[in-house]
């Protein structure tokens, strides 16, 4: 069974960076994706980034390009969102995803927990 953990969460000001990371157990499968996904108070979830596990570019939402980057670590099952430039905006419940198929826009049914991200200004 594949479970996810986030962490890395805080609080920073604006222009702050902080590093999340997401560490997979029983995820031996070097197929399908992973991703970083967020929700804000009173708003829908959206992604934030995604990457297929067996390596290529990650694609990133608008209002984070140039700003987030998505890498792993596959020595360790890791998954990091390296975030720089913060924005109030960026305040959110940040969510580790995976998924098992190819297309990374597939859906995701595995979540970890979360980890809370608040910027102030």
């Known amino acids: 069974q594949v479970q996810l953990v986030e962490s890395g969460g805080g609080s920073v000001q604006t222009g702050g960076s902080l590093r999340l990371s997401c560490v997979a157990s029983?995820?031996?499968?070097?197929?399908?994706?992973m991703g970083w996904f967020r929700q804000a108070p009173g708003k829908e979830r959206e992604g934030v980034g995604v990457?297929?596990?067996?390596?290529?570019?990650?694609t990133y939402a608008d209002s984070v390009k140039g700003r987030f980057t998505i890498s792993k670590a596959d020595a360790k099952n890791t998954l990091y969102l390296e975030m720089n430039s913060l924005k109030p905006e960026d305040t959110a419940m940040y969510y580790c995803?995976?998924?098992?198929?190819?297309?990374?826009?597939?859906?995701?049914?595995?979540w970890g927990p979360g980890t809370r991200v608040t910027v102030s200004s």
């Open positions: 995803a995976a998924q098992f198929t190819s297309i990374c826009f597939n859906k995701y049914p595995i």
């Open positions: 029983g995820y031996t499968d070097k197929s399908g994706c």
């Open positions: 990457l297929a596990r067996n390596g290529g570019i990650p």
